[in-house]
């Protein structure tokens, strides 16, 4: 049984001076955003978080609760992983010795009232920010690292993605805006097949217009060469005089619409206006118009139909 003993003795030892030993340290935030940490003599008097040696058959998370409660009686809740660090022989340690792998977590209160009350592995304990803990020296500068990496970059993005005060106001008047922005868009798209509907019945209006314009000149043309011709002046007199009052409408109809003729005879010959029928010789000088074959005409100042002439050579 002695033998026993010695054994065992001897393997512990070896194993504490050997193996590497599993711990938890847990940042512990408070409402305030402060983190928890105590003064530990095992650690030369540093700041050191509340944690301790993993037993066999406990899980890490049961760990971190069970040593949080022994060293400090509190409770917390919402704890969860954040980073591992080792410690090999650091002579930080008052066993400088040792191989510490250690599981960083962080945890909340479970409620605020607590009462710390330290079990000796901690002499006094401080709350600190995490900007605080980042430029404290006393604190390992692994946590330190930890800490600027996991806590202070983390809620500076907290702050900027926290919820404004007016959000659910702000979105609902933008989903307004964004609603009667699509109702404005498709009414548009309305106006516009109403416009385009319309540009076809304006269209076709127009003609009919014109129409109606021009079906009373030609029913006079129809009455006045359905005229019979006999070989009283009389006659042969009504008939001019219904032509030329033919040829009054269509010139008030064509002056009404801008329309004008383009004239000819006694001009220079122009190609844009111009189109030579033939040429003929003449003392007038090369290029002049001696008479017009068909006229032209202009609406403004486009040619709808250029003047057909004879030029002289």
Known sequence: MSDINTFD???????????PSVVTGVFIFNKEGKILFVNAPKWNGMLALPGGHVDVGETLEENAIREIKEETNLDVINIEFVRMIEFIHDERFVNGTRHLISFGYRADLADENQEIILDGEGTSYEWLTPEEVF?????????????????IKKEKKKIFSKKCKDCD???????????????AQADYKNLQKEILDQRGEWARMSEQTILEEF???????????AMEHGEENSKWENWAKGVEY???QFGKILED?????IRTEGEMFNPELHEAAGEEESEEDAGRILREVDGGYKMKDKVIKVARVIVAK
């Open 169 to 183: 106001d702000n979105l609902r008047e933008a989903e307004e805006y964004k609603s009667g922005w699509q109702r």
């Open 9 to 19: 003795e001897a393997h512990q030892k070896r194993r504490a001076e050997k193996d």
């Open 135 to 151: 430029q404290d020296e006393r604190v390992a500068k692994e946590n330190r690292d930890v800490m600027k990496d996991f806590f």
């Open 257 to 261: 619409h801008s329309v004008v003729e």
């Open 215 to 225: 079906i009373p000149v030609y029913d006079n043309f129809k009455k006045a060469f």
């Open 246 to 248: 033919i040829m009054k």
